[in-house]
């Protein structure tokens, strides 16, 4: 079949897939041209396509001759193309690059000219992106000329281009500073229309309320923009991004004082929310669990949140002196859910109706040995059988002051583990027997101690290591696949180290690949070489020094 033959709909996609697939930055945008070229029938589908987003990123050319210092202010822009053309009528998308103040007042002053508003029509653009520098001075004066003209750089977007329903604003680094002046002209104008808002600076709030029709939001969470909350409509959005969460931040932001419940918030539609709290001060690392302070479960006015469509939730740094309730409405079954650095408290998950997860991921940091029975707790909850988990279970943990008890570890659900600690041989053996749906493990360090050595003598089996006869060897049932050993403890005899893994080896029927780093002094090689050819189920061996 000739491409001319496929139906508009399929060549339509095929275009779209393929121009995506090379961005629209300075450096990737240029092979979008092929395109173009295909055939004549596919030309007005490509330009549509090529043409849709605009770009200006601010550049420095260096002079050579001159002094190391000495640079000229650039764009790299396809702007000036599109106009030359007259396809801005194309153009969906604006994004502009300024991450350095020596590049405001040159693209201001050159906007109209770029742009050529007189004879161009930019009112088809939906979305705006604006990637601004980082100021770091602190001369007033400087913040607020500056101010000014990014002001007017608003002003100029903001009359040619009404219809923005997508607006992100950016920083590299640092967030951004923005006047209030230009904060507020924006969102004055677009904040009504917006389907998506996402911003790495301060809000300004000295605007209406925001549209119905508001799905995706992300703030930067701080004193000027948390009287923002009450302006969202809770129920119309479906991806909630909140990022330097203070401990004091509650639900209650999103509440309004009218209403038949005033002390609930719904957010019905809701299938995404990721929560990034703010640092953990010195005294909350000290005490990651912080279980003993009553504002975890009791708040002064706690407010029933519901998320009935949630599908995928992620928590990071959760503080344990935060005051934020989850006595909240969560479905039966959910996509994803993802704790990083966070000891949430187990009350949060053990009242929720969640029973089947279908990718559990949770990296738990600095576990004291006072809070263990608490880490035991949450996890257990999790990745035990009162949650199904359907794809994937996995836990990082790392810097435990407690060695792992598999003892009270009910970890039914779990495929991977990794242990950023000392693990004793016996324990690596513990993990494999009862855990059985791992199929991934990697340990920081295996030891190996006197108990080792006698718990492998009372093995009956060959201690020699070239006799391979397996009659007297029951495998173990379990699934693992893949051993990681990032390194091996010093020990005097390597000959133990070498029957710890060849016994090992034996059990494990189902291992695939076995990954050593840091054993070239113990002499694992030459044992590898006798044993290897008599495993096949084995496939993979690498040892590192």
Avoid at 169 to 196: F, N, T
Wanted: aromatic share 10%; proline share 4%.
């Amino acid at each position: 079949m000739h491409v001319a033959d496929l139906t508009v709909v399929i060549v339509e996609k095929i275009l779209q897939m393929a121009v995506e697939s090379h961005g629209d930055r300075a450096y990737t945008w240029k092979y979008k041209f092929p395109f173009l070229a295909i055939c004549s029938e596919w030309r007005q589908l490509a330009l549509r396509m090529v043409y849709r987003d605009a770009f200006a990123e601010g550049m420095l050319q260096y002079n050579s001759e001159a002094s190391p210092a000495a640079s000229t202010v650039m764009f790299s822009t396809n702007i000036d193309l599109i106009t030359a053309l007259g396809y801005s009528h194309y153009v969906r998308s604006l994004f502009i690059c300024l991450d350095e103040s020596r590049f405001i007042l040159p693209f201001v002053k050159e906007m109209p000219l770029l742009f050529a508003f007189e004879s161009n029509r930019w009112d088809r653009v939906e979305t705006l992106w604006l990637n601004l520098y980082q100021s770091i001075v602190e001369d007033n004066a400087d913040l607020e000329r500056d101010g000014a003209e990014v002001e007017e750089m608003a002003s100029l977007i903001i009359a040619h281009m009404p219809h923005v329903t997508r607006l992100r604003l950016d920083s590299d680094g640092e967030p951004a500073v923005l006047s209030a002046g230009v904060k507020s002209k924006l969102l004055g104008r677009y904040a009504s229309q917006l389907a998506y808002l996402k911003s790495g600076c301060s809000i300004a709030h000295g605007f209406g309320s925001f549209s119905d029709e508001l799905a995706y939001l992300e703030l930067r969470i701080d004193h000027s923009s948390l009287p923002l909350m009450p302006k969202v409509n809770p129920q119309t959005l479906q991806k909630l991004v909140l990022v330097e969460i203070p401990s004091h931040f509650s639900w209650s932001y999103f509440a309004t004082t009218s209403g038949e419940h005033p002390n609930e918030v719904n957010f019905k539609n809701l299938s995404v929310l990721e929560m990034f709290f703010a640092g953990m001060p010195e005294e909350i690392e000290q005490n990651p669990f912080g279980l003993n302070d009553s504002r975890l479960e009791q708040s002064h006015n706690p407010y029933a949140v519901g998320f009935p469509k949630l599908q995928h939730l992620g928590i990071v740094n959760y503080p344990p002196d935060a005051q934020l309730s989850f006595v909240a409405d969560y479905p039966e079954k959910m996509r994803k859910i993802t704790l990083r650095y966070s000891f949430v408290p187990p009350s949060v998950f053990a009242s929720s109706k969640i029973s089947e997860i279908s990718i559990l991921d949770m990296t738990l940091y600095y576990a004291q040995l006072d809070y263990a029975s608490e880490f035991y707790a949450l996890t257990n909850h999790l990745m035990g059988s009162s949650v199904a988990i359907t794809k994937r279970s996995s836990l990082m943990l790392s810097y435990a002051e407690f060695d792992l008890d598999m003892n009270q570890c009910k970890w039914s659900n779990i495929t991977v583990l990794r242990l950023m600690s000392q693990v004793s041989y016996e324990t690596l053996e513990a993990i494999v027997r009862q855990l059985l749906h791992l199929e991934r493990l990697a340990i920081y360090e295996l030891t190996f101690s006197e108990q080792t050595w006698q718990h492998v003598a009372d093995d009956d089996m060959s201690l020699d290591l070239e006799d391979h006869t397996m009659e007297r060897v029951t495998p173990w049932k379990t699934t693992l696949e893949h051993l990681d050993i990032l390194s091996l403890a010093y020990v005097s005899c390597p000959d133990t180290v070498a029957l710890c893994l060849k016994r090992f080896i034996l059990h494990v029927m189902t291992l695939r690949s076995l990954h050593i780093n840091g054993c070239a002094a113990i002499g694992l090689s030459d044992f590898v070489g006798v044993f290897k050819p008599h495993y096949p189920h084995l496939s993979q061996i690498m040892l590192g020094g």
